[in-house]
């Protein structure tokens, strides 16, 4: 029991409790021999209060932290999206602009010096049979007409009206609608389908028919080629020409809608407009007055005129599908007659027409010129007429219109009734030249 207790690592026996020879106070682990590993039990056992009972014991309290000392750094979630400064903006944006022009310079250079840039598209020998245009299809005929299809201007003292007409000579003959030119001073400004302009003179009216005809100071001018209006049917395809609401050199398409369309038109104080018109459903608008209207083989079988709306008097009309022109037939005789004489013979039957039939519809004759063509066909005041050429009369406005739609001469069928006798006749139509 004398011996020293060299697991604690102190002597008992030495004053203070100073460490043994060898000991921990060395600085170095005890070894259990020499030429051996340290002992894995080896601790710092003199910075141990509770292993020696000589040193003194003390209780340290650590100081209150500085504020904001303590603080911990703020954690930043790496996943959270940044911000990109102005300098990652100006560096994206340079190295995209370089991009851009290098690739810009590669193509442009390929495309110089016929480098392997991709075709494309698919490559034809020729254009396919719906591109060629062929003469009697719709961009044939039109290509074919507007160059004899013109806009007329007219001043007047109620400012500037426009509308349409069509070259119907090389001398520079024009046709077009009386109301184009009814208020202008007998003069008129044309424009063609290239965009020159001509002055133009008016040669003659014929404001009941609504037609006129106009000259310009210009030769070598293409006419139209005319065609046969009493040969359309209903159905068969048309174009209309000319310049609707100022648009110069419009084509629309459409169809025959009816034939023989009788109804009268004209302003208050002026002259009453009578039609026997083709009716069709291409579109036509203010301004298309007196452009051609053009059958399927590119010949004119009319002349736009007026059209229907459901607005009421006075307001501006837009096409709804229901426009019509006057029969070819009718406004090449009357055109003939103006550019020859100066003037329109007018077609005539000898009466005077009045209201409707009592029963059974028809047209009543008020009065029958002794002398006239009704007279002399045996017709008479009080008869009724039922039927003109097969046409049913409903209204006096059809016996007018159908009769001015014919040429002097024409002998046409007329069905009447007399008392409660039907009666046939055959009447040869007269002009009344005014």
């Given at each position: ?35 051996q590993a340290p002992s894995p039990w080896w601790s710092d056992a003199l910075a141990d209060p509770w292993r020696d009972p000589y040193a003194p014991a003390a209780v340290v309290v650590p100081a209150a932290p500085a504020p904001g000392a303590g603080e ?86 109620g400012g500037t009206s426009e509308g349409s007409g069509f070259v119907v000579t090389s001398e520079g003959h024009i046709v077009t609608n009386d109301h184009v030119v009814a208020d202008g001073p007998g003069k008129a400004t044309v424009v063609f389908n ?94 298309n007055s007196g452009g051609p209207l053009v059958d399927g083989a590119g010949r004119v079988v009319g002349v736009n005129s007026t059209i229907k709306s459901l607005v009421a008097d006075g307001q501006e009309a837009g096409n709804i599908g229901l426009a ?111």
């Open positions: 029991m004398g011996g020293t207790d060299v697991t604690d690592g102190w002597d008992w026996r030495r004053p203070g409790g100073s460490p043994a020879p060898g000991g921990p106070a060395s600085g170095r682990p005890p070894q259990d021999a020499p030429g911990p750094e703020p954690v930043v979630d790496p996943d959270l999206p940044t911000r990109p400064g102005l300098r990652q903006v100006v560096l994206i944006s340079l190295v995209t602009a370089l991009l851009a022009g290098s690739l810009g310079s590669a193509l442009t250079y390929a495309f110089l010096r016929g480098g392997d840039v991709p075709t494309i598209g698919a490559q034809s020998g020729q254009a396919p049979a719906l591109a060629q245009r062929k003469p009697e299809s719709l961009a044939g005929v039109a290509e074919r007409v507007l160059p004899s299809v013109v806009t007329i201007r007219v001043v007047s003292l290239d965009g020159s302009t001509a002055a133009a003179t008016v040669v003659g009216q014929d404001p009941e028919s609504d037609l006129a005809v106009i000259k310009v100071s210009r030769t070598g001018l293409a006419p139209v080629q005319f065609g046969d209006s009493d040969a359309l049917a209903v159905g068969d395809p048309v174009l209309a020409i000319g310049s609707p609401l100022s648009l110069a050199n419009t084509v629309t398409a459409g169809i025959v809608s009816a034939l023989d369309r009788t109804m009268q038109a004209g302003e208050p104080g002026g002259p009453t407009r009578y039609y026997a018109a083709i009716q069709t459903d291409a579109a036509v608008n203010h301004g019509f022109a006057i029969p070819i037939n009718q406004a090449k005789r009357i055109t003939e007659d103006i550019i020859g004489t100066g003037k329109a013979r007018r077609t005539v039957i000898g009466a005077q027409v009045g209201g409707t039939g009592a029963t059974g519809g028809g047209v009543r004759l008020n009065a029958v010129e002794p002398a006239g063509p009704a007279a002399a066909a045996g017709l008479r005041t009080g008869d009724v007429v039922l039927r003109l050429d097969g046409h049913p009369m409903t209204d006096p406005t059809d016996l007018v219109a159908l009769v001015r739609k014919y040429a002097p001469g024409s002998v046409v069928t007329v069905e009447y009734r007399r008392g409660s006798s039907r009666q046939n006749a055959s009447v040869t139509l007269a002009a009344d030249a005014k």
